[in-house]
């Protein structure tokens, strides 16, 4: 299985970016989708992007839509969520996962079998 480590999260105010990272460790992101996922206390893993190894196109939840942009480097060993006009809505531990979903299923969490060690968002307005 891939390792994956993240970088990036903080603490920031609303209307402001972040940019998350994630690197595979030993291994690349070719072959597998890469996806962003955020948790916020009490609830489920939220399904926030997704980009399959063989389509450029991301996919996007809806509230993150025309904010977020969800890309990989050209070694395909890094990926990246730029967040912009973040709210307090967004407030939430991101993780970063990998894994082989058919595309009905690349919204869920359990699709995935690689994830990241997580990184905590805060907005505050």
């Known amino acids: 299985q891939v390792q994956l480590v993240q970088s990036g999260g903080g603490s920031v105010q609303t209307g402001t970016s972040l940019r998350l990272s994630c690197e595979t460790s030993?291994?690349?992101?070719?072959?597998?989708?890469a996806a962003w996922f955020r948790q916020v206390p009490g609830e489920g893993r939220e399904f926030v992007a997704a980009?399959?190894?063989?389509?450029?196109?991301?996919y996007y939840a809806d509230s993150v839509k025309g904010r977020f942009t969800f890309s990989r480097n050209s070694l395909q060993n890094t990926v990246f969520l730029q967040m912009n006009s973040l709210t307090p809505q967004d407030t939430a531990v991101y993780y970063c996962?990998?894994?082989?979903?058919?595309?009905?299923?690349?919204?869920?969490?359990?699709?995935?079998?690689?994830w990241g060690q997580g990184a905590q968002v805060t907005v505050s307005s």
């Open positions: 030993g291994d690349t992101f070719r072959g597998l989708t």
């Open positions: 996962a990998a894994g082989r979903p058919i595309t009905s299923t690349l919204r869920r969490d359990a699709s995935y079998a690689c």
């Open positions: 980009m399959r190894p063989t389509n450029s196109n991301p």
